[in-house]
């Protein structure tokens, strides 16, 4: 794909790396867990399979106006429900080598908070 500049010339330039992303307003930056990780075993399951029950992460980082008394924090382990927007894969921030993918949430989504040991 080429990318034109404003006199419809092929840019010379490329597009700059993503190296960060914060989450804008009540918006929540989540790290979904892969359904093995879900389900807690050692086996291989296929990315592809479904697990019985919402889909489970962890919160990244919270938007700036998302309230402080809703009851979970960042790095609580969570359950989601509804609709979300993907975070870009490939990206060269910081995602600590993660394989897991990003996701953007409002925070009604969130339906529990998981205690872990």
């Given at each position: 794909m080429k990318i034109l500049d404003s006199?419809?010339?092929?840019?010379?330039?490329?597009?700059?790396?993503?190296?960060?992303?914060?989450?804008?307003?009540?918006?929540?930056?989540?790290?979904?867990?892969?359904?093995?990780?879900?389900?807690?075993t050692v086996l291989h399951v296929d990315e592809s399979a479904s697990v019985n029950g919402a889909p489970q992460g962890y919160v990244v980082s919270l938007g700036p106006k998302v309230p402080s008394d809703l009851g979970f924090k960042k790095g609580d382990r969570v359950t989601l429900n509804g609709n979300y927007t993907?975070?870009?894969e490939g990206q060269k921030f910081n995602r600590e080598n993660s394989h897991r993918p990003w996701i953007l949430i409002e925070p009604h989504q969130i339906k529990a908070v998981f205690v872990e040991e």
């Open positions: 006199d419809g010339q092929v840019a010379t330039k490329t597009m700059p790396s993503i190296t960060g992303v914060n989450p804008c307003g009540s918006q929540i930056l989540v790290e979904l867990l892969t359904a093995q990780e879900a389900l807690g993907p975070v870009p």
